[in-house]
């Protein structure tokens, strides 16, 4: 299984944090329109993420629940847009039920090895969020 390394943090003010992270990008990130909608599910979580216009995908992952720095082992299933949005998330609606749904507009940095996420949640507020893909075990 890949596995990744992320913190999260609410943000105060996301402007400056836009600033802060185009210096550093050494350019304007990517914006995504982001739609995850969370499974019930026996174990780990289970999401599908639909990226307007884009593309979608399935992802399963293992993550501890505390703050400050996690590892996440991860299983992602890729699919054009509609492909996976249609009949999948209906099957897994019935099968499992729909835990939650979150909508955010992320802007998508890249600083080295590091994804560096600035998110526009709906509902819940502004957020950063530092990612390393791959990371040893």
Same mark, same amino acid.
């Given at each position: ?5 992320? !913190? ?10 836009h600033q802060r ?13 982001q739609e995850d ?10 999401? *599908?993420? !639909? !990226?307007?216009?884009?593309? =979608? ?66 509902? *819940? ?5 530092? =990612?390393? !893909?791959?990371?040893?075990?």
């Amino acid at each position: 299984m890949p596995r990744n390394v992320e !913190i999260k943090a609410k943000v105060a003010n996301i402007a400056d944090l836009h600033q802060r992270a185009e210096k550093l990008a050494g350019g304007t990130g990517t914006i995504l329109k982001q739609e995850d909608t969370f499974f019930n599910s026996p174990q780990g979580r289970l999401k *599908l993420r !639909i !990226i307007k216009g884009e593309h =979608e995908e399935l992802i399963y992952y293992e993550r501890p629940d505390q703050d400050g720095p996690k590892g996440s082992d991860y299983v992602k299933v890729d699919g054009a847009s509609g492909e996976l949005s249609g009949d999948m998330k209906h099957l897994l609606t019935r099968c499992l039920g729909i835990k939650g749904c979150v909508r955010k507009v992320r802007t998508l940095y890249m600083v080295g090895q590091t994804r560096v996420h600035v998110d526009a949640v709906e509902g *819940l507020g502004d957020f950063m969020e530092l =990612e390393v !893909i791959n990371v040893l075990k």
